[in-house]
């Protein structure tokens, strides 16, 4: 048990609908991720909260909105998506470091999101 | 521009067959190096931390260890259960919070 939970942990949505996939941690972190996971290709890092604060925002469309309400929990809001974003998306959170000091990042299960 | 590269990108081991992962990484200064396993249907879970050459670190079954351009994760006498995907990430100086993943190497391991 990582103490990072993700749901729904399987989502199937139309390219016209709009969900919502939920991250909570419950490891007393500052930090948390969203991330990209597709077939073949590494892990890519979607969007970063420092306490409750949106550090980084890779190049991110904006059909993606996440927003981080308190440190423990995190959303991803989903909206017109595309075929092309079926993928696990993956919640992480870390010790908050400014970016300067280098710790583990902890995963959630993933929510497998499959766009029709 | 920071790489990083795994090797092989698939391995089948027979149980007992002792062998290694490799991680080679190109960043312009590396801040740490880690080490995470994933199942399938799974995130990943992590295992090491590595922060300068000559580190190493273990548990059970499994060695991490890391030089100037490369880290190696040595799996001893390995069992079915340690098959799964394994990801190499660093973590550059100047690149904030964020990790740099490998595409992972995937272990099987037969009885």
């Known amino acids: 048990e990582t103490g990072v939970t993700q749901t729904p942990r399987h989502l199937v949505m139309g390219m016209t609908n709009k969900k919502s996939l939920k991250c909570e941690q419950h490891?007393?972190?500052?930090?948390m991720y969203w991330y990209k996971q597709s077939a073949k290709k590494p892990l890519e890092l979607m969007f970063v909260?420092?306490?409750?604060?949106?550090?980084e925002n890779n190049s991110v469309p904006s059909r993606f909105s996440p927003e981080c309400p308190n440190s423990s929990h995190l959303f991803l809001h989903l909206h017109t998506l595309q075929p092309e974003d079926s993928a696990l998306y993956l919640c992480a959170s870390s010790r908050e470091t400014r970016g300067l000091s280098s710790y583990e990042q902890y995963f959630g299960p993933g929510t497998r999101l499959t766009v029709t | 521009e920071d790489q990083v590269t795994q090797s092989p990108e698939a391995l089948r081991l027979q149980e007992g067959e002792s062998s290694s992962l490799n991680c080679s990484y190109t960043?312009?200064?590396?801040?740490?190096l880690f080490w995470y396993r994933q199942d399938p249907g799974k995130g990943p879970e992590f295992l090491f931390t590595?922060?300068?050459a000559g580190e190493e670190k273990e548990k059970e079954r499994l060695k991490a260890t890391l030089t100037k351009k490369e880290s190696f994760l040595h799996i001893t006498a390995p069992k079915p259960e340690d098959s799964a995907t394994y990801l190499c990430a660093v973590q550059a100086s100047n690149s904030g919070y964020a990790l740099n993943f490998g595409k992972g190497t995937s272990l099987l391991v037969t009885p």
């Open positions: 490891l007393g972190h500052n930090a």
């Open positions: 960043v312009s200064g590396l801040r740490g």
């Open positions: 590595l922060y300068s």
């Open positions: 909260y420092s306490l409750e604060e949106r550090v």
